[in-house]
Nanobody, 124 residues
Framework: QVQLVESGGGWVQAGASLRLSCAASGRIISGYAVGWFRQVPGKEREFVVA????????SYSDSVKGRFAISRDNAKNTVYLQMNNLKPEDTAVYYC?????????????????WGQGTQVTVSS
């Protein structure tokens, strides 16, 4: 079993930055791909970004490309999401998830373990 805990969310104004962390426990996730998803009330959870097991491959949604950056520190069993130039439409609960495979997938169905989420609110 893998437990994932997100942190770093909060309330910011448009144009600001936040860094989210996803700390894993219970198992070493260095061999697993990790993704970030987000969800607003009444909408489907959507893919944001994912990173392969060794960080060699990443995939970003068009809505965050150029503003967000995913990275991982396998020594700390942690994945990070640096979010820059935040916009009100980035407001959502952000979830990290991992899949017990090395390669990236953008579908939430491909992920086996999920965190509880952290709220990000961006005001205009």
């Amino acid at each position: 079993q893998v437990q994932l805990v997100e942190s770093g969310g909060g309330w910011v104004q448009a144009g600001a930055s936040l860094r989210l962390s996803c700390a894993a426990s219970g198992r070493i996730i260095s061999g697993y791909a990790v993704g970030w998803f987000r969800q607003v009330p009444g909408k489907e959870r959507e893919f944001v970004v994912a990173i392969s097991d060794n960080g060699g491959s990443t995939s970003y949604s068009d809505s965050v490309k150029g503003r967000f950056a995913i990275s991982r520190d396998n020594a700390k069993n942690t994945v990070y999401l640096q979010m820059n130039n935040l916009k009100p439409e980035d407001t959502a609960v952000y979830y990290c998830a991992c899949r017990t495979y090395a390669n990236i997938r953008t579908s939430q169905l491909a992920y086996d373990y999920w965190g509880q989420g952290t709220q990000v609110t961006v005001s205009s």
